[in-house]
């Protein structure tokens, strides 16, 4: 497998994003690929730069085994489209702001959505949990799960 790098997307990098970041990382090291891909987040928005992820998704996440351990950055076009081989939003909205700062249609096929990788395909998009309750924080890992599953299985796919 080439070196894959992957770049999780959200409105503020304080929940979804930087919990696909730590459920993904924790796929690939049970896989025992962690040399062949990497993964970070970001935000569409600024607002929480250089903050931890929601005290209530790192909770979450933490009892079903998943570190949340990124800080919050605003997503960065000129750095990122160029670091990055995928760029993964998780709502539309996500995918049409990153389709708004792409500068060519090489940086536009970089796009895509987290649930295309889902394979029980409950939801079309990972709703955010920020103003609900706990069920929402859970339905959203659950949802990551699925997804991460799935993107490992395209990853080894399409590096053969």
């Known amino acids: 497998m080439n070196k894959k790098r992957l770049l ?6 304080i929940c979804r994003s930087p919990a696909a ?6 796929k690939i090291k049970n896989a025992g690929i962690e040399n062949q891909v990497t ?5 569409i928005l600024g607002y929480h730069s250089g903050e931890k992820a929601d005290v209530r998704m790192r909770n979450h996440a933490l009892k079903r085994g998943y570190k949340v351990t990124s800080i ?3 997503f960065n076009a000129a750095h990122d489209f160029d ?3 995928m760029i993964i939003g998780m709502d539309d909205q ?3 702001d990153l389709n708004l700062l792409t500068r060519t249609s090489a940086d536009k096929g970089k796009i895509c959505r987290m649930t295309d990788f889902s394979t029980q395909k409950l939801y079309n998009y990972i709703p955010d949990p920020y103003y609900g309750g706990p069920e929402g924080f859970e339905l959203v ?3 990551l799960e699925d997804a991460c599953d ?3 299985g395209y990853l080894k796919k399409v590096s053969k």
């Open 8 to 13: 999780f997307v959200c409105l503020g990098n």
């Open 21 to 26: 970041e730590a459920v993904m990382n924790a």
């Open 39 to 43: 993964c970070d987040s970001a935000g």
């Open 72 to 74: 919050s950055r605003k």
């Open 83 to 85: 670091a990055f081989d």
């Open 94 to 96: 996500n995918i049409n």
């Open 141 to 143: 890992i659950d949802l």
């Open 150 to 152: 799935g993107l490992l």
